[in-house]
């Protein structure tokens, strides 16, 4: 079903005929047999469908004439471009012939003549079949202009040729009035220019900045500029875009762009940190080196930020997942900034919560100190007053025999020249606070005295403690008894043990003996 068909030697195209009369016309020449089909020239009918839509019909179509078998929503697209392309100034002939090709509308620039061969594409076509119509069209210099209604077809179209510029769109499987919007759409941006083979070229050289703020550092207290984001303008480069934020360890800075960042940081040498190859990021105070604390600015105001520090440009392309095409030129777009008092609110804020929580953080180790010195302190006391009990306990041990409670109790706090003047409970104290502060011995000289007495190893020292000669021999005599006295108890306790081991052994005999007897 063509678009155009012959009157004698007028070629009508039915979407030009927008008059009713005109139209009726028309109906009556394809009713006398007036109208030929343009495609092979065979008798036309002029139709309307329900719809409203006009276009011609084979009476009766030949089967080698491919025009025959086009669907209504091909006609309608047909008709759309045809129609675009003469609002668009452009002279537009439709289902054009030439040299082994036929276009469904064929348009011509009035200024420079350059043609382009507008197809829409609803039936199969295989990869190899879209590369030869190609170059049928570019034989005759002609540029091919290609609609796909189908996905797969789409996809089958060489990549060469796309990356050659080739322009080629795939319209969506919508209702056709939406197909017939998007091709109108496209068709008009390619004709008017605002439709490119974008190659990404400026994407390459998309603006970057540094963006931070003077921070406080919380160990030397000195102000520098920490760096939280570097961020990415490409919507001042083209529109559709907005900013983003990249990792700093991602971001190829660039020489010039690296000294900037040194600049605004206050950087010196073996004060950063690497974090990648060649980049450098600021990760901690370059005066004093101590870490800072954790980032409190988030992306979305950071993206806002009223005077970002640009420090160079980078190569966006990657990041946006961008891939060559045909696109809409659109122009630059400013980025939604908020007010810098805004902003310098929302920072002095945040640093002030900062300052808070340092100083409730520094009580709370204050506090913490001041608990631990406290435990530490009740631990050595009761320490001690267990090592002056096991003490006392050791000399009453071996002054028992000797002495009453009450003259133990009196020797224990009688001065003594042989303890440098102290007496032996003030000595056992200081040698039990000592214990616990700087290494000493490992018994108090009071009880160090006695059990050198008690084994013998010091003897003739009449009056050293207190002690006379006759209360010293008697120490040791009793230590002597004492062990006397352990020695026979491990004996008599061995003892027992072999005479039980022995009975064991001759139970055992007996019962073998008599096991064999009753054999």
């Given amino acids: 079903m063509p678009q155009t068909a012959f009157h004698g030697d007028d070629l009508l195209v039915a979407a030009d005929i927008t008059d009713p009369l005109q139209w009726e ?19 036309a009918t002029a139709v309307q ?14 089967k080698n004439c491919e025009a025959g078998k086009e669907s209504i929503e091909h006609e309608k697209l047909k008709a759309e471009a045809y129609l675009v392309a003469k609002r668009c100034g452009y002279l537009a002939q439709m289902e054009a012939s030439g040299p082994n090709w036929r276009a469904d509308v064929l348009v011509t620039h009035p200024v420079t003549g350059e043609q382009s061969a507008i197809e829409i594409q609803k039936s199969d076509q295989k990869n190899h079949e879209t590369r030869e119509r190609v170059e049928r069209h570019n034989a005759s210099g002609v540029r091919s202009v290609w609609f796909f209604l189908r996905k797969q077809d789409y996809e089958e179209v060489p990549p060469d040729l796309i990356g050659q510029g080739l322009p080629a769109f795939l319209l969506r499987e919508k209702s ?21 083979y974008d190659k990404g070229s400026d994407l390459a050289k998309v603006p970057l900045a540094l963006i931070g703020y003077n921070y406080p550092c919380g160990h030397c207290g000195q102000q520098w500029f ?17 900013p983003m934020a990249i990792p700093l360890a991602e971001a ?37 080196g101590a870490m800072p604390d954790r980032e409190f600015l988030t992306e979305d105001v950071a993206l806002q ?35 810098v008092q805004q902003w310098q609110q929302i920072i002095q804020e945040r640093l002030r919560n900062i300052t808070d929580e340092r100083e409730r953080q520094a009580q709370e180790r204050e506090r913490q100190r001041i608990v631990r010195e406290e435990q530490a302190r009740r631990r050595r006391e009761q320490r001690t007053e267990e090592l002056c009990k096991r003490e006392l306990s050791a000399l009453e041990h071996r002054l028992t025999p000797l002495m009453s409670g009450t003259e133990i109790t009196t020797w224990l706090n009688q001065p003594s020249q042989d303890l440098a003047g102290l007496c032996p409970i003030s000595s056992i104290r200081e040698h039990a606070n000592k214990h616990w502060q700087e290494p000493s011995a490992p018994q108090s000289e009071p009880v160090r005295i006695i059990s050198s007495i008690a084994d013998g190893s010091l003897q003739n020292n009449a009056g050293i403690l207190g002690l006379t000669e006759e209360q ?8 002597r008894h004492q062990r006397r006295a352990q020695r026979l108890a491990s004996a008599e306790n061995f003892g027992s043990k072999v005479t039980a081991f022995g009975g064991l052994l001759i139970g055992a005999a007996i019962d073998k003996i008599r096991f064999r007897a009753k054999k």
């Avoid at 920490?226 to 907005?242: C, E, I, L, M």
């Avoid at 010293?472 to 230590?479: G, P, W, Y």
Wanted: with cysteine; charged share 25%; aromatic share 8%.
């Fill in 472 to 479: 010293q021999l008697l120490i040791l005599r009793n230590s």
């Fill in 49 to 62: 469908n329900e719809n409203g839509f006009r276009f011609f019909r084979h009476h009766t179509a030949p």
């Fill in 25 to 43: 016309r028309v109906r009556k020449w394809s009713k006398t047999n007036q109208l030929l089909t343009s495609c092979c020239r065979t008798r």
């Fill in 252 to 288: 190829s800075f660039g020489e010039q762009a690296l000294s900037k960042l040194r600049q605004l940081t206050q950087l010196t040498p073996g004060k950063t940190l690497k974090v990648a190859p060649n980049v450098e990021q600021n990760l901690i105070c370059p005066h004093c």
């Fill in 305 to 339: 930020c009223p005077y970002p520090n640009f420090v160079g440009a980078i190569d966006i392309r990657q990041h946006l997942g961008f891939k060559p095409g045909w696109r809409k030129v659109r122009p630059p777009e400013p980025e939604a900034t908020m007010p």
């Fill in 176 to 196: 056709t009035e939406e197909r017939i919007r998007e091709l109108g759409g496209l068709l008009t941006a390619l004709l008017k220019g605002s439709m490119v």
């Fill in 226 to 242: 920490r760096t939280t984001f570097a961020v990415a303008y490409p919507n001042r480069v083209r529109g559709g875009n907005k």
